[in-house]
Nanobody, 121 residues
Framework: QVQLVESGGGLVQPGGSLRLSCAASGSIFEINAMGWYRQPPGKQREVVALISSGGTTNYADSVKARFTISRDNAKNTVYLQMNSLKPEDTAVYYC???????????????WGQGTQVTVSS
């Protein structure tokens, strides 16, 4: 019904930058909040950044001033610009979107498959 497809992950040096993209497709009636989460190796999944349908953003303290979340509603896409990357940013990054479809009467949180980000020398 709904798919989230992520791209942009990879290997980068400390201090470098990456831009993640996540495009939603399917029978979409409305997309509410979108966000990015990450799961470092051996740790629990944690929220990185959130953005509302109106563009209001929230960030984890660990990424404030370094990461920027944005969205293009015409393309059903959310982005995460990551600057000044640190080794502790290494994780699998997951896209999330709260989406209402034409066939389901409530909004459901969909997840992308995850993309690996590795920050290392």
């Amino acid at each position: 019904q709904v798919q989230l497809v992520e791209s942009g992950g990879g290997l980068v040096q400390p201090g470098g930058s990456l831009r993640l993209s996540c495009a939603a497709s399917g029978s979409i009636f409305e997309i509410n909040a979108m966000g990015w989460y990450r799961q470092p190796p051996g740790k629990q999944r944690e929220v990185v950044a959130l953005i509302s349908s109106g563009g209001t953003t929230n960030y984890a303290d660990s990424v404030k001033a370094r990461f920027t979340i944005s969205r293009d509603n015409a393309k059903n896409t959310v982005y995460l610009q990551m600057n000044s990357l640190k080794p502790e940013d290494t994780a699998v990054y997951y896209c999330n979107a709260v989406i209402r479809t034409h066939s389901i009467s409530y909004a459901y949180a969909y997840w992308g498959q995850g993309t690996q980000v590795t920050v290392s020398s």
